[in-house]
């Protein structure tokens, strides 16, 4: 959250966690009046940095300002190449087939990515066992 020195409510930012391989930055809103002044700067920074310390490898979001995350390292991504985001939330969206949101990451991408828990009765073969 992000206030005046007066206490005066400026705007909020949110992000979600995927693991420690991404987290999504899921809102960055301030006041109209706040606009301009550097308020939505200063809480992507921030939230940001928290993505960091955390050791978190890499931020994500959808927007359809890019121009200006551009300015705080996020370059656009195919929509398809977040596929956390993509299955969390993308395919119940009701706008699925006409987003109009920009895909973008800022930071590295991971080696290996996570994959989903699988039974023991997953078909899975085990190397190495005698």
Same mark, same amino acid.
């Given at each position: 959250?992000?206030?005046? /020195?007066?206490?005066?409510?400026?705007?909020?930012?949110?992000?979600?966690?995927?693991?420690? /391989?991404?987290?999504?930055?899921?809102?960055?809103?301030?006041?109209?009046?706040?606009?301009?002044?550097?308020?939505?700067?200063?809480?992507?920074?921030?939230?940001?940095?928290?993505?960091?310390?955390?050791?978190?490898?890499?931020?994500?979001?959808?927007?359809?300002?890019?121009?200006?995350?551009?300015?705080?390292?996020?370059?656009?991504?195919?929509?398809?190449?977040?596929?956390?985001?993509?299955?969390?939330?993308?395919? /119940?969206?009701?706008?699925?087939?006409?987003?109009?949101?920009?895909?973008?990451?800022?930071?590295?991408?991971?080696?290996?990515?996570?994959?989903?828990?699988?039974?023991?009765?997953?078909?899975?073969?085990?190397?190495?066992?005698?």
């Amino acid at each position: 959250m992000a206030e005046t /020195h007066g206490g005066e409510f400026l705007g909020c930012a949110a992000i979600h966690r995927y693991g420690t /391989h991404l987290a999504e930055v899921r809102s960055i809103a301030t006041r109209l009046e706040a606009r301009g002044l550097g308020a939505g700067g200063m809480l992507l920074q921030r939230v940001l940095e928290d993505v960091r310390n955390s050791g978190t490898q890499r931020a994500c979001l959808f927007t359809r300002i890019p121009s200006f995350f551009a300015r705080y390292g996020f370059h656009t991504v195919p929509l398809a190449s977040m596929r956390d985001k993509v299955a969390k939330d993308c395919v /119940h969206c009701a706008r699925r087939e006409r987003c109009d949101e920009i895909a973008m990451v800022a930071g590295e991408p991971p080696i290996a990515w996570p994959v989903a828990a699988r039974s023991s009765s997953g078909g899975l073969v085990q190397i190495g066992q005698g």
